[in-house]
């Protein structure tokens, strides 16, 4: 091969790669592309983030330990039959995730919205009857009267603690959770209102 052809290919080669060079200065001049460092304020949910809280289920927010005492009588020709037992219970209130309505969190820039359940009894079957103790049983009682002083323990029990108050209690509990929470993943602000 003549040495004049291997030159001109190698200038060639040259060439080439000068415009090459050239064409990518140019087009990173014309893009003005900037490259910064630094901290990213923007504060992302993830699916799985969400997912997460909602597989939790139900979160109690507050218990409320109750204890009553129902008694009741029955008049006899000679003497009074009388039952006397006192009833405990513990009251469960909170929300539950699986009631939850579309998109319940929403972020933006430093902030999240949430939209959560109501604040409710987590469980109506709260009364102990284990732990029931007959305080005075005078005469024979049936199944079903002994059933309409538990009823009557039930209904009381939930005058005593299904209170409005009980309700906003817990709710600020839920407050403070879900606000602490979401500040632990970065956000500053946490909106919060409850219900449907």
């Not at 460092?37 to 139900?58: A, H, K, N, V, Y």
């Not at 330990?65 to 009388?82: I, K, N, Y």
């Not at 029931?132 to 199944?143: H, L």
């Not at 906003?168 to 632990?184: C, D, G, L, V, Y």
Request: charged share 30%.
């Amino acid at each position: 091969m003549k040495k004049w052809l291997i030159w001109v290919r190698i200038l060639f080669a040259v060439l080439l790669l000068a415009a090459a060079v050239a064409v990518l200065v140019w087009w990173n001049n014309k893009e003005e592309m900037f490259v910064e460092f630094g901290p990213d304020d923007r504060i992302e949910l993830t699916p799985q983030e969400i997912l997460r809280m909602e597989r939790i289920g139900q979160w109690e927010l507050l218990s409320v330990q109750t204890e009553v005492v129902v008694d009741t009588l029955r008049p006899g020709l000679l003497s009074d039959d009388r039952l006397v037992a006192i009833y405990k219970g513990t009251l469960r209130f909170g929300i539950d995730m699986n009631r939850l309505a579309g998109e319940w969190a929403v972020a933006r820039n430093d902030t999240v919205r949430l939209h959560l359940p109501a604040v409710h009894l987590l469980d109506r079957n709260f009364v102990d009857e284990a732990r029931t103790q007959v305080f005075y049983e005078e005469g024979e009682w049936s199944n079903r009267a002994r059933r309409e002083l538990y009823d009557r323990a039930y209904r009381k029990m939930m005058r005593q603690c299904h209170t409005p108050d009980n309700l906003q209690r817990a709710e600020e509990n839920a407050r403070t959770q879900f606000t602490a929470m979401f500040r632990a993943m970065g956000f500053r602000e946490v909106e919060i209102r409850f219900g449907h």
